[in-house]
């Protein structure tokens, strides 16, 4: 867990998004580390719960921010499955009595696919529409093609185009695989990619983990 923890360390331009947009932060972790969260990804979090009391302590921070505009992403993966929260129906962190209160852990963030093999010429291809936008993701054959693995990634290495593969959801996401390839990720996109969330940090949040990262 130390490694984990000096990794994040390492990569604040990662987590703070990250915990910014998709963890429930509650009011208190909201004034302690109002200094170094993103308020543009707090503002678009669903899972903090908003009072009257914590949006007006906030309010100044909040009329600032931008709520970040998901329609312009070229890679942007469905953000939670299966029980994406609805306006009736979201998670409350600070509220015990909420109807249809969500256990955070167990919310699915993003789209990681399980499809056949693919040759790394045809990955590529698929790789390349994908980033220009010419595909049609709802009937397109590229539907049945597998996730790229680690080994398609050291095999190309550099070559490969990071700006893109970092905003895509299609790849066997790991913290290890995350790691492995640190030095390649683009920031940029890396931050709206849902599905590198999911598999590499949100099974390891919790507040104390948050506490040990930022102290």
């Known amino acids: 867990m130390n490694r984990k923890i000096q990794f994040w360390q390492n ?8 915990i910014s947009e998709h963890y429930p932060l509650t009011k208190f972790q909201l004034l302690q580390y109002e200094e170094i969260l993103d308020w543009d990804r707090i503002k678009s979090n669903p899972f903090i719960h908003w009072d ?37 129906e979201f998670y409350l962190r600070e509220e015990e009595k909420a109807v249809g209160k969500i256990y955070w852990k167990d919310i ?23 980033g220009c936008k010419t595909s ?30 970092s905003r895509f959801w299609d790849i066997e996401w790991s913290f290890e695989l995350l790691q492995q390839f640190e030095d390649y990720w683009v920031t940029e996109q890396l931050i709206h990619n849902h599905t590198a969330f999911n598999f590499c940090l949100k099974d390891d949040l919790d507040d104390e983990f948050i506490e040990k990262v930022l102290s």
Not at 11 to 18: A, L, T
Not at 67 to 88: F, G, Q, R, T, W
Not at 114 to 126: I, S, T, V
Request: hydrophobic fraction near 40%; aromatic fraction near 20%.
């Open 11 to 18: 990569h604040f331009c990662w987590f703070i998004p990250f």
């Open 52 to 88: 009257n009391q914590t949006k007006s302590c906030f309010k100044e921070k909040l009329l600032d921010a931008r709520k970040i505009d998901y329609s312009l992403e070229v890679a942007y993966d469905k953000m939670m499955l299966p029980n994406y929260p609805s306006a009736n």
């Open 108 to 130: 699915f963030f993003g789209i990681q696919s399980d499809f056949l093999p693919l040759l790394d010429q045809l990955r590529m291809n698929y790789i390349w529409e994908f």
């Open 136 to 165: 049609s993701f709802t009937n397109h054959s590229i539907f049945q093609f597998t996730p790229l693995t680690s080994d398609f990634l050291v095999k190309y290495g550099s070559g490969l185009e990071w700006n893109l593969l």
